[in-house]
Nanobody
Framework: VQLQASGGGSVQPGGSLRLSCAAS????????MGWYRQAPGKQRELVVH???????KYADYVKGRFTISRDNAKNTVYLQINNLKPEDTAVYYC?????????WGQGTLVTVSS
């Protein structure tokens, strides 16, 4: 499984971004797709995951600002982030759980600064 993330960038506080993660390869192995993030000097943490059954698990800090969605025809998940805050600055990693392994995409940098 290969995961290709895109959509990061630099935005001002209060702005919005939509991240995309396209899966390719042995996609039948995927049970769940989502996002982690790693801020400078901090550990990588879960943002949200979306199972094939449509169940979502959001981190508590998301507080309604983050929304995950999926386009099955494109094997792509999206992360809509609204009302961005400086503390959202991080590298966002696409991630997938497979039947016997998990997979990571390359990170996409989100910088929130005025």
């Amino acid at each position: 499984v290969q995961l290709q993330a895109s959509g990061g960038g630099s935005v001002q506080p209060g702005g919005s971004l939509r991240l995309s993660c396209a899966a390719s390869g042995s996609i039948f192995d995927i049970k769940s797709m989502g996002w982690y993030r790693q801020a400078p000097g901090k550990q990588r943490e879960l943002v949200v995951h979306l199972t094939n059954d449509g169940l979502t698990k959001y981190a508590d800090y998301v507080k309604g600002r983050f929304t995950i969605s999926r386009d099955n025809a494109k094997n792509t998940v999206y992360l809509q982030i609204n009302n961005l805050k400086p503390e959202d600055t991080a590298v966002y990693y696409c991630h997938a759980y497979g039947l016997e392994s998990d997979y990571w995409g390359q990170g996409t940098l989100v910088t929130v600064s005025s």
